[in-house]
């Protein structure tokens, strides 16, 4: 089954929410997702279940939170002073007001510190939370987001990985 053939599947399902992730990685990766968001957007009246984000600059998970947050039009939470966990109930909460299916990742490469950090893991957690509460999470990326993801147990059962290369 194809990336494509697989995210489609996923979004024609009924009932419980997906609890798994996608990771696209190689050269074309942010040029697929954009594409399927388009398509998606395209045959559902501008209202596609996905909601598409670049990766902010050496994200951490407050970042990544305070970005979904924005996109969701919620600028006023991120004004208020909060904890890491309350930012993720927020965004959880509105991922079911919204009824956002999925949070696509695009360059999540930039967030893969040189090293692990906390920051980083807490980041990795806070995927992990989205993913548990029934929000699906399309990453794009490279073989480096590839192996990061590998290398967490937890993180590699969760993810189905497609390789998005200029011959593939």
Do not use: H, W
Not at 81 to 86: A, C, F, I, P, R
Not at 117 to 132: E, H, I, M, P, V
Request: proline share 2%; charged share 25%; aromatic share 10%.
């Amino acid at each position: 089954m194809t990336a494509e053939e697989y995210i489609n599947t996923i979004l024609r399902t009924e009932g419980e929410f997906f609890k798994k992730g996608i990771l696209l990685y190689g050269s074309k990766a942010d040029q697929f997702i954009d594409k399927l968001f388009r398509k998606y957007e395209d045959n559902n009246n501008n209202s596609a279940p996905i909601l598409l984000l670049e990766t902010p600059q050496n994200c951490s998970a407050k970042d990544l939170c305070n970005a979904i947050l924005t996109e969701l039009g919620l600028e006023e939470l991120i004004k208020k002073k909060q904890t890491l966990y309350e930012k993720q109930e927020n965004v959880l909460c509105y991922f079911r007001i919204m009824e956002v299916r999925f949070l696509a990742l695009k360059s999540f490469d930039v967030a893969v510190p040189e090293r692990k950090t906390r920051s980083f893991n807490l980041l990795l957690s806070t995927l992990k939370l989205f993913l548990n509460s029934g929000t699906g999470i399309i990453l794009a990326g490279t073989e480096r987001t590839a192996k990061v993801i590998k290398a967490n147990s937890q993180l590699q059962r969760r993810f189905v990985f497609f390789q998005k290369d200029l011959n593939k």
